[in-house]
């Protein structure tokens, strides 16, 4: 990390340069960042997405029932998911940390992401803390996974999990997590030892390009105040950016 | 819709299905090489719907987007009350969502019946009342002490006294 730019910043762009123009993609009612990263797309390299961000007074207003179904027709580009917890196994916790009969925290669940999970075509992960805590051998409860039975009608996904240390790749022919990149200021040592599972690493693995001034400049003016003016999570983008 | 089941496409590889029993993986009787979640229908025995209006007879205007028409029609029983009630609720109003009579068991007439929520068009929802309900949820002796102060015992005039009336919407401002 630097201090051209935090953590948000970090993840809103890096997630931003996987969504491809033409693509229809959505994100769910509390979802900050994946709805700057959207919007930083559409500004920038993707001006024909369609977008569906379900705390937004402007993007998808009432579209919750599409985007589900088109989800289910397998006609959703992208979707972005995150959890309190993730496993190495490809499963995502967003309901209680403990037991589940007795859980230490509760979380609000999802059952939005049990589905998305294996019906977006892009699968966008995200996790703000890369720690033992969040990346954890066994999640407590899964609440979506990336692997099915295979008599379970599952998209042909791509998916990646994106962390202020790194970029994850879920492979799903090994069925597990590889090491895409890690980002200045870490190695893939340093990825991997705040990993409670294990990483496919590649010894050639590089490192992530950073956020350009372009990009950063683009998300702290055009993005925010877009964010500020359709009513999108615009107490958050108030604060969730560094001066431009 | 009077279903027993129905197919859904979701959920699969969760610890949902070791802890419910309204839902399960099945074979899909049209092809034995897939298997798909099914879920169980839910049927209230009384739901409870608020409208911007209703007439007499049952029919009422609900509010867009909402799933109220679906509870409804899932219910055995189904009570409505109303911010208004008029001389006659047909199916073309601007308003809303319309629900026919035929699926309504009673109508209440109940100004401000939302609260703390909000009904679109005509108030805002009571933001403070929904804080102090959070802040009383977190323990059973404070939520209990929230259903002294506001439920128990009260009637509805007198829940209304208690609370703050909802700031009206401007006409043209949903």
Redesign the interface.
Known sequence: MTDRYNTDELLAVLMSRHIDDFDTVACGAISMLPASAILLAEATHAPNIDVIIRGSDVYGV?MGRDMHFLA?RGKLDMFFLSGVQFDGEG?LNL?VIGD?DAPDRRFPGG?GS??????AKKLMLFRTEHSLRTFVPKVD?????????P???RMKQQIWLFTPKAILRWDDGLQRYVLLSYHRGTTPADVQAATGFELLIQPDVAETPEPTDEELRTLRTTVKKRMIETGTYAQWAENAFLPA | MGVPYIP?????????FA?RTDMM?VHNPFDP????VVAMAINPDVAICHAIKADRWGNAILR??GDELLISQASAKVIVTAEEIVDQVTEDDPDGLFISALNVTAVVHAPHGAHPAGVPGMYEMDRDHIKEYIAASRSDETFQAYLEKYVMGKTEAEYQALVTRPAVVAVDGV
Request: proline share 2%; hydrophobic share 35%.
């Open positions: 009432g289910q499963n309901h589940p059952y049990g589905l998305l999970a294996y019906t409860f899964v609440s979506a996974a990336l692997k099915t039975d008599t379970i009608t | 859904v496409r979701g959920l699969a590889g969760t610890d949902v802890r993986i090489d897939e298997k798909t867009r987007g």
